[in-house]
């Protein structure tokens, strides 16, 4: 709609999908493309509920679904994070078949999936178990109603496996292996490791400058939300 309201875009069919029953089945782990965020918010894991209470307002959260976040493939879509942290699959269908394509092949660009002419997205489906800990975060220039300058997701499991994923700081949403290694390794992270976490975050993230932010601010944001999350994973 935004596309359409710019005068980007002037669409000569419309499918309306929200009649579509199927599409809004949340079974385990399968979460229906049409589900909106609204039902996220009170029934989702925590990371993703978190991430769905900061999109748009209860209008935009009652009408809006995780479909059709996966649809615009905005690089600062909030679901993404949780979804590339948790490494989540999207199941797609069209006339010939399904597929699970994971979240990593199903970003391609800026705005741009690996989605095919004549498919549908299906639903989300995220692995059998979650890791213990997981946090969402975001960085933007009001308290709500705001498209992310950094919006972020740190999971840490029992084990401390750590993912740290982050939107609105490169292309597509994005994983930072070095962080993630290096903090994965030490069960009880120092102030020192902390700190070289956040860093290794600011280094491996690919932001840009533009009408929303300086690439600097994204870099230190990136750094500074990521640990910070990662702070409450562990307390
Ligand atoms: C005022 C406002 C505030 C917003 N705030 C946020 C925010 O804070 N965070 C955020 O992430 N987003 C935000 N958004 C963007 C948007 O509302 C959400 O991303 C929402 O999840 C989109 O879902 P939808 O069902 O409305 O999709 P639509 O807008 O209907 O569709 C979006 C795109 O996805 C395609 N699509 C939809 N469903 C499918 C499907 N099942 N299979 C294939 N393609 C599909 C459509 O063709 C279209 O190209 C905001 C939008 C507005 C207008």
């Known amino acids: 709609m935004v596309e359409v ?9 419309v499918v309306g999908l929200r009649r579509v029953a199927e599409l809004k089945e949340w079974e385990g782990n399968r979460i229906g493309a049409a589900v909106t965020w609204r039902r996220v918010e009170r029934e989702g894991p ?3 509920a978190q991430a769905a209470r900061t999109v748009g307002s209860p209008q935009i959260r009652n009408a809006g679904t995780i479909g059709g976040n996966l649809g615009t493939a905005s690089p ?13 699959s999207i ?4 006339a010939t078949g399904r597929r699970l394509v994971p979240w990593n092949e199903f970003f391609v660009g800026p705005k741009r999936s690996s989605l095919q002419q004549g498919e549908l997205i299906t639903a989300v489906v995220l692995p059998e178990r979650l890791p213990e800990r997981h946090g ?8 709500a109603m705001v498209i ?22 490169g292309p597509t949403v994005l994983r930072v292996p070095a962080a993630e290694e290096m903090i994965s390794a030490e069960s009880n992270p120092s102030e020192a490791d902390l700190a070289e976490f956040a860093r290794l975050v600011s280094e491996g993230v690919r932001p840009i400058t533009d009408h929303r932010s300086t690439e600097q601010y994204r870099r ?6 990521a640990r910070r999350l990662l702070e409450r994973c562990l307390r």
Do not use: I, M, Q, W
């Open 46 to 48: 925590g990371a993703y």
């Open 5 to 13: 309201n710019f005068g980007r875009r002037r669409p000569e069919t």
């Open 91 to 94: 199941e797609v269908a069209s």
């Open 220 to 225: 230190h944001a990136a750094g500074v939300l």
């Open 136 to 143: 969402f975060g975001k960085v933007g220039v009001r308290n």
């Open 76 to 88: 600062a879509g909030d679901g993404h994070p949780f979804l590339a942290a948790v490494d989540a």
């Open 148 to 169: 992310s300058t950094v919006c972020a997701v740190v999971t840490r499991d029992h084990d401390g496996r750590t993912t740290v994923a982050l939107g609105s700081v």
